[in-house]
């Protein structure tokens, strides 16, 4: 067989690994998203040796989704528009329209009381952002649930930058190693805002 031959396997083998990982990832994130915290961990083995374990995989894994998740931000543009298809019309994001956790324009600036006005300074700023999602805007609700500290949220998003909105969505939605397991709107929600924001930089800087 010749060089170029086995290039093109390994090259075909590598990307049907790349498409089985990323359709494995959303089939677990929709199965999970259905459960709350609590009734997954009612479903944890009771054996405290197994609990350690799962403890050690569950670290593991997320450290390893935050430097996937650092990698994919650095990509080139080319290359984030060929996945754009896959992040931004995934059915993990239709399922959190659908269950309001993002919002369109118009709904984000009503729960907020703001102005079109606003909302554009504000995305000037990089206080909030949107996702695109089959050609429209969608925004997060966290910015508008009063459990959360809106500042302290917006102060996170500035850190990010110029991190598109897919990049700052899954920063503040995923579970991190470096927050003990928490997403870092649940360490927020724990006064934890400086390691929040030293994830944050990390995430920037990678």
Same mark, same amino acid.
């Given at each position: 067989?010749?060089?170029?031959?086995? =290039?093109?396997?390994?090259?075909?083998?590598?990307?049907?690994?790349?498409?089985?990982?990323?359709?494995? *990832?959303?089939?677990?994130?929709?199965?999970?998203?259905?459960?709350?915290?609590? !009734?997954?961990?009612?479903?944890?083995?009771?054996?405290?040796?197994?609990?350690?374990?799962?403890?050690?995989? *569950? !670290?593991?894994?997320?450290?390893?989704?935050?430097?996937?998740?650092?990698?994919?931000?650095?990509?080139?543009?080319?290359?984030?528009?060929?996945?754009?298809?896959?992040?931004?019309?995934?059915?993990?994001?239709?399922?959190?329209?659908?269950?309001?956790?993002?919002?369109?324009?118009?709904?984000?600036?009503?729960?907020?009381? &703001?102005?079109?006005?606003?909302?554009?300074?504000?995305? =000037?700023?990089?206080?909030?952002?949107?996702?695109?999602?089959?050609?429209?805007?969608?925004?997060?609700?966290?910015?508008?649930?009063?459990?959360?500290?809106?500042?302290?949220?917006?102060?996170?998003? =500035?850190?990010?930058?110029?991190?598109?909105?897919?990049?700052? &969505? *899954?920063?503040?939605?995923?579970?991190?190693?470096?927050?003990?397991?928490?997403?870092?709107?649940?360490?927020?929600?724990?006064?934890?805002?400086?390691?929040?924001?030293?994830? !944050?930089?990390?995430?920037?800087? !990678?």
């Amino acid at each position: 067989m010749s060089g170029n031959s086995v =290039r093109m396997r390994a090259l075909r083998e590598t990307e049907a690994s790349a498409a089985d990982f990323v359709s494995t *990832l959303e089939k677990f994130t929709s199965q999970v998203s259905e459960q709350s915290a609590s !009734a997954l961990l009612d479903q944890l083995p009771s054996d405290p040796v197994r609990v350690r374990k799962l403890s050690r995989n *569950l !670290a593991t894994a997320s450290n390893v989704l935050d430097e996937m998740q650092r990698a994919l931000m650095h990509k080139p543009p080319s290359e984030i528009k060929a996945l754009a298809p896959t992040v931004h019309g995934s059915p993990a994001l239709l399922k959190s329209i659908k269950m309001q956790e993002l919002l369109d324009a118009g709904n984000f600036t009503k729960r907020l009381n &703001w102005t079109r006005q606003a909302l554009s300074k504000a995305l =000037r700023a990089n206080r909030v952002f949107f996702l695109e999602v089959r050609g429209g805007r969608y925004f997060p609700a966290f910015f508008t649930d009063p459990r959360h500290e809106r500042r302290h949220l917006e102060s996170v998003s =500035r850190m990010l930058g110029d991190v598109p909105g897919g990049g700052k &969505w *899954l920063f503040f939605t995923t579970p991190k190693g470096s927050l003990s397991g928490l997403t870092p709107i649940q360490a927020l929600d724990k006064g934890l805002l400086v390691a929040v924001k030293a994830a !944050a930089e990390r995430f920037t800087q !990678a």
